[in-house]
Antibody, heavy 119, light 110 residues
Framework: EVQLVESGGGLVQPGGSLRLSCAAS????????MNWVRQAPGKGLEWVSYISTSSSTIYYADSVKGRFTISRDNAKNSLYLQMNSLRDEDTAVYYCARDNREGTLPDYWGQGTLVTVSS | QSALTQPASVSGSPGQSITISCTGTSSDVGGYNYVSWYQQHPGKAPKLMIYEVSYRPSGVSNRFSGSKSGNTASLTISGLQAEDEADYYC??????????FGTGTKVTVL
């Protein structure tokens, strides 16, 4: 069974930093590309970032480019999101999502971790 | 990358059929057969319902079907049931190799 478990969310002040983690199990992690997707309270889904299997290809949404860094450790079956210079508008539930076999769109999602940016 | 456009809400009575549209551009929906649909119940993670425009993952009811014409994809739910009441999001692969989601549609079963 595919399992994705996010952690690391919490309350942080504007301008602060936070590192999210996603522990993967139930599949061969190093053969799937991964994504972070977020959802602000009461709002829709917003794609945040993508990383390929070997970390050679990385993409970011314009809203987080230059502030967020996605990474992965295939030996630890883990995905990460380093978030710096956080803003109020970054407040959201952050989901870790596995891409499908073709590496085009997510198929499995974690339960999410809440990040609240507030003073 | 702008969000794909979906109607804010769609409703129907039990047993009826409803269709949700998802409009993008030739750089996303119209350019690829990589459109997925997700169901999200309150407080839960999204669940994949349709992939590659019209394919259903194992375990998803055949009451759910997908199609695409030009820059608009559609999700149809036939034989509407109370458990189908949820938010639905489309998503597309893009020409920039990124992903874009739709604005979301709240489905209400009357």
């Amino acid at each position: 069974e595919v399992q994705l478990v996010e952690s690391g969310g919490g309350l942080v002040q504007p301008g602060g930093s936070l590192r999210l983690s996603c522990a993967a199990s139930g599949f061969t992690f190093n053969t799937y590309s991964m994504n972070w997707v977020r959802q602000a309270p009461g709002k829709g889904l917003e794609w945040v970032s993508y990383i390929s299997t070997s970390s050679s290809t990385i993409y970011y949404a314009d809203s987080v480019k230059g502030r967020f860094t996605i990474s992965r450790d295939n030996a630890k079956n883990s995905l990460y999101l380093q978030m710096n210079s956080l803003r109020d508008e970054d407040t959201a539930v952050y989901y870790c999502a596995r891409d499908n076999r073709e590496g085009t769109l997510p198929d499995y999602w974690g339960q999410g971790t809440l990040v609240t940016v507030s003073s | 990358q702008s969000a794909l456009t979906q109607p804010a809400s769609v409703s129907g009575s039990p047993g009826q059929s409803i269709t949700i549209s998802c409009t993008g551009t030739s750089s996303d929906v119209g350019g690829y057969n990589y459109v997925s649909w997700y169901q999200q119940h309150p407080g839960k993670a999204p669940k994949l319902m349709i992939y590659e425009v019209s394919y259903r993952p194992s375990g998803v009811s055949n009451r759910f079907s997908g199609s695409k014409s030009g820059n608009t994809a559609s999700l149809t739910i036939s034989g509407l049931q109370a458990e189908d009441e949820a938010d639905y999001y489309c998503s597309s692969y893009t020409s920039s190799s990124t992903r874009v989601f739709g604005t979301g549609t709240k489905v209400t079963v009357l």
